[in-house]
């Protein structure tokens, strides 16, 4: 199975700081990543699909990168509403695995 | 609009059975591939199973051989049929679709499935 390591497990920062997030696969993934946002309560929203391809709707201030084993998610500009848990998902082979999760808050 | 609205879950004690189902409109289930991904209480994401347009099936290990995942075209509808129960399968339960390659693109609100004596 391919695991998936996101850090950190949790961020604080300022409205308007630029926030990162880091997900490592166990083993190349190529592109097939996807970044979802999970607000309590809520079902997940996806926000990125194929490491680096924006979904509709979603704000341009989030941003996707990497290929192989590393990845980012990207918040230019963190604004209020983005208070969540972020995780990624690799879907290049089964089982389909999921990052354990980065707690975004708003200091 | 694609809609995805979950039912089924419940408390069921270990060792039963529960059949969840995925009510879908604005799209065709058949033609898509369909998840299930489930959530214990406090904790992150866990992907349960997929069926593509063709048929094909997969699950994870840990409900392969206890969860079964099927669609009925006439009602548009998906299903997770789940036998032999344990506690550590109690979750919010989402269907999802996807809309571009396998990622989840539309989910469902969750099905609450408490597995407890």
């Known amino acids: 199975d391919i695991q998936m390591t996101q850090s950190p497990s949790t961020l604080s920062a300022s409205v308007g700081d630029r926030v990162t997030i880091t997900c490592r696969a166990s083993?190349?993934?190529?592109?097939?990543l996807a970044w979802y946002q999970q607000k309590p309560g809520k079902a997940p929203n996806l926000l990125i699909y194929?490491?680096?391809s924006l979904e509709s709707g979603v704000p341009s201030r989030f941003s996707g990168s990497g290929s192989g084993t590393e990845f980012t998610l990207t918040i230019s500009s963190l604004q209020p509403d983005d208070s969540a848990t972020y995780y990624c998902?690799?879907?290049?082979?089964?089982?389909?695995?999921f990052g354990q999760g980065t707690k975004v808050e708003i200091k | 609009e694609v809609q995805l609205v979950e039912s089924g879950g419940g408390l069921v004690q270990p060792g039963g059975s529960l059949r969840l189902s995925c009510a879908a409109s604005?799209?065709?289930?058949?033609?898509?591939?369909m998840s299930w991904v489930r959530q214990a209480p406090g904790k992150g994401l866990e992907w349960v199973s997929v069926?593509?347009?063709?048929?094909?099936?997969y699950y994870a290990d840990s409900v392969k051989g206890r969860f079964t995942i099927s669609r009925d075209n006439s009602k548009n509808t998906l299903y997770l049929q789940m036998n032999s129960l344990r506690v550590e399968d109690t979750a919010v339960y989402y269907c999802?679709?996807?809309?571009?390659?396998?990622?989840?693109?539309?989910w469902g609100q969750g099905t609450l499935v408490t597995v407890s004596s």
């Open positions: 999802a679709r996807a809309r571009y390659y396998y990622e989840s693109s539309y």
């Open positions: 604005g799209f065709t289930v058949s033609t898509n591939y």
């Open positions: 069926i593509y347009s063709g048929g094909s099936t």
């Open positions: 083993q190349s993934i190529s592109s097939w």
């Open positions: 194929k490491a680096s």
């Open positions: 998902q690799q879907y290049n082979s089964y089982p389909r695995t």
